[in-house]
Nanobody, 127 residues
Framework: QVQLVESGGGLVQAGGSLRVSCAAS????????TGWFRQPPGKEREFVTF????????YYADSVKGRFTISRDNARNTVYLQMNSLKPEDTAVYYC????????????????????WGQGTQVTVSS
């Protein structure tokens, strides 16, 4: 079993930056395709960004393209989300999610396709 723990959320003013992290731990940890999702208050969870297992491929939702950057350090079993030029509409609970080993290398933006989830970290952007 793999555990994911997000950290780094907080309160920031519009136009500011924040970096959230997702650390993986567990009995067997190997780098697999990972995504970030978010759930704004009162809304459905939505896809934010994806990174493949070795970091060579990324994909972004149009709403964050050019402002957010996903990266990973497999030596530290950690995936990062750098968020710049934050807007009030970026306010949400941010979750990282990882594919299971048997589906490790498949690309997907559907939350239901991810087997492992963190507990989420709150990001609040004030206007």
């Amino acid at each position: 079993q793999v555990q994911l723990v997000e950290s780094g959320g907080g309160l920031v003013q519009a136009g500011g930056s924040l970096r959230v992290s997702c650390a993986a731990s567990g009995r067997t940890v190997s780098p697999c395709n990972t995504g970030w999702f978010r759930q704004p208050p009162g809304k459905e969870r939505e896809f934010v960004t994806f990174i493949n297992w070795d970091g060579s491929s990324t994909y972004y939702a149009d709403s964050v393209k050019g402002r957010f950057t996903i990266s990973r350090d497999n030596a530290r079993n950690t995936v990062y989300l750098q968020m710049n030029s934050l807007k009030p509409e970026d306010t949400a609970v941010y979750y990282c999610a990882a594919r299971a080993p048997q589906k490790c290398f498949s690309f997907t933006t559907k939350g239901s396709d991810y087997e492992y989830w963190g507990q989420g970290t709150q990001v609040t952007v004030s206007s």
